[in-house]
């Protein structure tokens, strides 16, 4: 039987579409059973739409507090009954509650070699402060901003001629391409996570 994911997203939503692609083989392991995002109009809802799959859209600013959204965020996924929540390009933080339902099954992507270049600008900062190699981080999220345990990790190499959007299409490549192989391994063989390291299998 094939694990439930619950995708979360703010964006174009390629990596989305990614997985939706892999989902399509039965031999993946997974479905992607409803997407969420924290806004409307976006082509990542589109393309959830376009697969027929559920879409629910909860915005911070319809909420009095944070920790309502959170909770509504949490209820909405919840409901899905998912065994791993995937944020893929989910420009949000979740809070507490949330973290206590699906801490240790919500896993995101990050567009740089985590701990290098944390945060909303992973691209720009590593372009700046002129590395040569940078890449793409799937982790599984804890409290902090892309502070939580490594589960895949994968390379990129900076070009001397790239900008911020040349970079970020590249990585972008590569950061789908690891998404989908690493949710994959996770639902067919299942992982744990002990302090900081993640076992993918047994
Ligand atoms: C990805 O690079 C993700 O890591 C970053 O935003 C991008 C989202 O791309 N936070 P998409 O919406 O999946 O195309």
């Known amino acids: 039987m094939?694990?439930?994911l619950v995708?979360?997203?703010s964006g174009a939503g390629t990596n989305l579409q990614a997985l939706l692609d892999a989902c399509a083989d039965e031999a993946y392991g997974a479905a992607v059973v409803a997407v969420g995002a924290d806004r409307p109009g976006i082509e990542g809802l589109a393309r959830a739409q376009r697969a027929g799959i559920p879409t629910f859209v909860l915005r911070v600013a319809d909420y009095p507090l944070r920790a309502?959204?959170?909770r509504a965020l949490a209820d909405a996924c919840d409901g899905f009954s998912p065994d791993l929540v995937v944020s893929a390009g989910?420009?949000?933080l979740v809070g507490?509650?949330?973290l206590a339902r699906f801490?240790?099954?919500f896993v995101n992507t990050h567009p740089a070699l985590l701990p290098a270049f944390a945060g909303m600008h992973g691209v720009r900062d590593a372009l700046?402060?002129?590395?040569?190699i940078t890449g793409c981080t799937v982790f599984m999220v804890d409290s902090g901003t892309d502070t939580g345990p490594v589960v895949a990790q994968a390379a990129v190499p900076v070009r001397d001629d790239d900008d911020i959007p040349t970079l970020h299409e590249r990585v972008k490549v590569t950061e789908r391409a690891l998404l989908v192989e690493t949710v994959g391994r996770m639902v067919r063989e299942g992982w744990s996570v002990h302090g900081r390291k993640v076992k993918v299998g047994h």
């Open 103 to 105: 801490g240790g099954r």
């Open 128 to 132: 700046e402060y002129g590395v040569k």
């Open 68 to 70: 309502d959204w959170d």
């Open 90 to 92: 989910f420009m949000k």
């Open 2 to 4: 094939s694990a439930r």
């Open 7 to 9: 995708v979360l997203v």
């Open 96 to 98: 507490p509650g949330f």
